[in-house]
Structures are given as C-alpha cells and as structure tokens.
C-alpha cells in the first residue's frame, strides 16, 4: 500500500487508494469476526451472556436487591472464565472421558445428596456466603455428557452416573428434574434406536410418578421464578425482550446440528419454569443455572471438527505473475 500510494500522481489519488485499503481490511476482520461468533461455542457464550445482562438489567429497573444483580454477574464472569481454562477440545474429541465425567458428576451428586439429606434440603451446598443447587448446576452437563454412542464402551460409565443422578432425585423427592431426565432419555432413545436409553427414560418416569405425592411446588420468589411473568405485569415491552433474551441461547439447537440435546435440555428447563416449578434460567437469581449452561457447552464440538470438509473449501491459489489486485475506494 505504501509503494502504491509513493506512486500515485495526485494527492487525491493517493487518499482514495488508501481509503479502499482501509475499507477491505475493515470488511476481512469484520468477516473473520463473524466467523468466530458462527462456533457453537463462542455463539453459546455470548447468547448466555446476553440474557443475564437482560435479567440484570431488568432485576436492577425493577427494584431487586443489590445483591441479586451482582451475585449473577459474578457467576457469569467465572463460568465463562472457566470455561476458556477447561480442556473442552479435548472433551469433544474423547468419547471416554466424558461419559467417565458424567459416571463422576453423578458420583456427586449422589454423595451429596446422601452427605446432605438430614438437612432436610439435600439439593442445596452453602460453600461460605455462596449457595448452590447441585441438581441446577451439575445435571445439565451430566445429560449431555451421557449422551455417546450405543455400541460404545465409554456406555456403562454413562449409565452409571445417569442412574446415580436419578436416586439423588428420588433422595431429594424432585418429581420435576426426574421428569426432565425422562423426556430427554425418550427423545434419545428415539434418535438412536437404542433400547437401553428407553428403559432409563422408564425408570425415570416411574420414579418421578412414585415421588410426585410427596413433592409441592416451591413458594415463588421475586425476582427468582417467574421471572418472565413479573415483567410482563410491568410492561408487555419488557416481558417480550426478556422472554426473547432468554430463549435467545436456545438458538444454538437450531443453527448446529450437535447442539440439539443441548437446546432440548435448556428448552425444558425454560418451559418447566415457566408455570414456577423452577427458577428462570439466567434472567433470573439463579447462579447455579448461570454456571451450568456454561459447563455444558464443555460437551458441544464445533462443526468444523465434526465436518472437516464442511464450510471449509480449499482456497484458490494465489497468481503470482501479477500482484493481487487493490480494491479502491472508487472516489475520484
């Protein structure tokens, strides 16, 4: 460019070449800037980012406490610090290491869950001020972590931990998380033809059925549940952007085909808190539910790696008989 512009025959020419250099430069890093956000990770990322500055910003408009706002920018900030540190390629690559995590995330769920149940609220762990929903923050993962082939010998390590996450919830007497396991066992079962999938999904639902008598639907909290109908009452503005927030990370199910499990599961979660049997999953104070949509993006791969050839045409290359031609700027 420096050569080009040394040998223009006016000042005028020299600025419009100068000119389209600097809109072509600003057009490939805009490309390449939409290119990242295109991965199933980074896409993941941002829209859980987006809906927790939404329920944020609504919490803080409509008079939650201080606390709430800043508890869930602190859960967002180190769930997404911690995902960029965790070796997720690796875990999309290895089919054996995470159906051995989900065996260890059902592990712990159920020591905790036997650990804690004279408390009489076995599915929460207070770690200092900080409170967590163990179910909340490692089921999620687990479903997906699960979710490996059929004829695969990663497949015990995988039933094991679905099984032990299914006796923490009858432990806990969650009617609504076994009914969740369930659905999404089904639709597995479904897609891949596989028997052993629809016995747990069986087993899930009839454990849920057994524990339904002695379940009642928690005490609704402001700014915790139903978070979607409290801001409808303040405005029908505010409630359709936050309803569009919160299912804007759901995207991912429809852009990426290996990311379907992942919008079924957040899906449910979304629907089964609609009518307040859960919290609102990001948009509302709910730190566990913030720090587990992160963890389960660990188990998605990118459609390049599942694809190589996808997307990805070789480049032409280059003629080096004549220097590449300068779009200019087209200024006279």
């Known amino acids: ?28 890093s805009f490309t390449a800037a939409r290119g990242g956000l295109a ?20 919490m803080h408009s409509a008079g939650a406490p201080g606390h709430y706002v800043w508890m869930n920018l602190l859960s967002m900030v180190f769930a997404v610090a911690t995902f960029y540190v965790l070796p997720h390629q690796r875990l999309q690559a290895d089919e054996l290491l995470r159906a051995r995590l989900a065996f260890a995330l059902g592990a712990m769920l159920l020591i905790a869950g036997v650990g804690l149940a004279h408390t009489g609220a076995s ?9 967590l929903n163990l179910p909340w923050l490692l089921l999620p993962a687990l479903l997906l972590a ?30 609504v998380l076994l009914g969740l396991v369930a659905a999404v066992l089904a639709v597995r079962a479904s897609r891949q033809r ?8 069986l087993t899930a639902s009839g ?36 309803l569009l927030t919160q299912v804007l990370p759901l995207w ?23 009518p307040g049997w859960l919290p609102s999953p990001l948009v509302g104070f709910a730190g566990s539910f913030i720090v587990g949509y992160v963890l389960s993006l660990m188990f998605l791969g990118n459609d390049s790696q599942l694809h190589p050839g996808a997307g990805h ?20």
């Open 313 to 332: 045409r070789p480049a032409a290359a280059p003629d080096r008989r004549a220097p590449p031609p300068w779009r200019r700027s087209g200024l006279t």
């Open 39 to 58: 991965q199933v990770h980074h896409g993941g990322v941002l829209g859980c980012a987006v809906a927790v500055l939404a329920g944020c910003a609504f």
């Open 123 to 131: 599915a929460w762990l207070r770690i200092g001020p900080v409170t």
């Open 194 to 201: 596989d028997i052993t999938s629809a016995w747990l999904a």
């Open 1 to 28: 460019m420096q050569a080009e512009v040394a040998a223009a025959g006016s000042e005028r020419e020299a600025l419009s070449f100068a000119w389209g250099c600097l809109w072509a430069a600003l057009h490939h």
């Open 252 to 274: 991912l199910a429809l852009q990426h085909r290996q990311a379907r499990q992942h919008g079924l599961v957040w899906g449910l979660l979304v629907v089964l808190s609609l």
């Open 207 to 242: 454990m849920a059925a057994c524990v339904a008598s002695a379940w009642q639907a928690p005490q609704a909290l402001a700014f915790v549940d139903q978070v979607i109908h409290r801001a409808f009452d303040q405005s029908e503005l505010a409630g359709l952007g936050l």
């Open 146 to 175: 699960s979710d490996v082939k059929p004829q695969s010998v990663a497949r015990s390590w995988a039933v094991g931990g679905l099984l032990m996450a299914c006796a923490t919830l009858v432990l806990q007497a969650d009617p």
